[in-house]
């Protein structure tokens, strides 16, 4: 055998071997992603809307007035509202859903645009028949998306809460989510890749550490979705979307001077950033009848994840429901500090700069 022909069956060989550990990646995580779609299911139910299955949990009696409705941020699948959604229940109607891709729904088309998104959101209430005023409650990118749904109804905005919401502007006026857009982008699309081959799964990409105040079952069930190659794709699109459509269809938007608008913020992200802070007040602007609250000692995950931090963004939702019913206005509520348990969990929770949709 000639040199040439040694080196090109190595070369071969080489190849071979390589190609070997991504087949067995991309079979184990199929295999792993059956399971866990037996095993972990979502705990809400899939709707068909326009032939296409949403997850959507519906908890509290149905009534002819007002539903709360929950708007996610980026990546995040509907159990991460657990705590909160259950609370809020007990006195008013609620809805949470996974978007297009995220957790349990099927992926949608392209791009992923604040009409489209609106568009989608409008089908699905349609299909659930809901019909009265809403109170719009979105936490981080989530906050934003709202924002159109609200500028094309007005008249079903009966309130709304920003939990940590995303501002249009974040990116121009904070160096520290300037900064560390290009992380968070190389962080999703890596992950992206690797879920393919079950990489994410074996080098524990998400082990639950930021999920963990979450109870053990919404835990489990969230970090499966965010196993899923399904689940990043649609991750990927959504920032494309934000930062190629979404900011300039929002920039402009704006909310009824009369409605009760409660934005909380996350004491530990307006620590990392002041400039936060400042971007929070203005949503706050947004509405003549507004309050902006600093929550102690929550993170931008804890918000919603920690049980201490959840009840802090429950009285809000519930003040602004009590608020939309009775035509008062909307006042702070007691907020509470989170206790040790709480904190030494948020402390895993420190997202890298540039995370905050």
Same mark, same amino acid.
């Given at each position: 055998?000639? #040199?040439?022909? $040694?080196?090109?069956?190595?070369?071969?060989?080489?190849?071979?071997?390589?190609?070997?550990?991504?087949?067995?990646?991309?079979?184990?995580?199929?295999?792993?992603?059956?399971?866990?779609? #037996?095993?972990?299911?979502?705990?809400?139910? $899939?709707?068909?809307?326009?032939?296409?299955?949403?997850?959507?949990?519906?908890?509290?009696?149905? %009534?002819?007035?007002?539903?709360?409705?929950?708007? %996610?941020?980026?990546?995040?699948?509907?159990?991460?509202w657990s705590w909160i959604q259950a609370a809020v229940a007990e006195s008013v109607p609620t809805i949470s859903y996974d978007r297009a891709g995220i957790g349990w729904s099927e992926a949608g088309e392209r791009p992923r645009t604040a009409e489209r998104i609106t568009g989608e959101f409008e089908r699905l209430l349609e299909v659930l028949d809901v019909r009265g005023?809403?109170? $719009?409650?979105?936490? %981080?990118?989530?906050?934003?998306?709202?924002?159109?749904?609200?500028? #094309?109804?007005?008249?079903r905005v009966a309130g709304v809460v920003l939990v940590d919401a995303a501002h249009p502007e974040q990116l121009e006026r904070s160096a520290r989510q300037r900064l560390g857009l290009p992380l968070m982008r190389a962080s999703v699309r890596s992950s992206l890749f690797w879920s393919r081959f079950g990489r994410n799964r074996l080098r524990k990409v998400d082990d639950g550490s930021q999920l963990a105040g979450l109870a053990e079952r919404e835990k489990n069930t969230t970090v499966a979705r965010m196993m899923t190659t399904r689940n990043w794709s649609a991750s990927d699109a959504e920032i494309d979307g934000w930062l190629e459509h979404v900011v300039d269809e929002i920039r402009a938007t704006t909310f009824p001077a009369d409605t009760p608008l409660f934005v909380v913020t996350a004491e530990e992200t307006e620590k990392a950033d002041p400039v936060h802070g400042e971007l929070q007040r203005e949503l706050a602007a947004m509405s003549a009848v507004s309050v902006q609250q600093t929550l102690p000692g929550a993170t931008h995950l804890g918000m919603l994840c920690s049980a201490g931090s959840a009840r802090g963004v429950t009285a809000a939702v519930l003040e602004v429901v009590d608020a939309a019913r009775t035509g008062r206005a909307v006042k702070p509520v007691e907020a509470t500090e989170a206790t040790e348990a709480t904190q030494a969990t948020q402390a895993t929770e420190a997202e890298p700069p540039g995370e905050q949709p």
């Open positions: 055998m000639n #040199r040439l022909a $040694l080196k090109c069956g190595l070369s071969a060989a080489a190849g071979v071997l390589t190609a070997v550990p991504f087949a067995a990646g991309a079979v184990y995580q199929r295999v792993r992603t059956r399971q866990d779609d #037996r095993e972990l299911p979502g705990l809400g139910e $899939l709707v068909d809307v326009d032939g296409r299955k949403v997850h959507v949990r519906r908890m509290g009696t149905p %009534s002819p007035g007002l539903t709360v409705v929950f708007e %996610s941020g980026l990546s995040s699948p509907l159990e991460m005023p809403l109170v $719009l409650v979105g936490h %981080s990118y989530g906050g934003m998306l709202l924002r159109a749904f609200a500028q #094309r109804h007005p008249d």
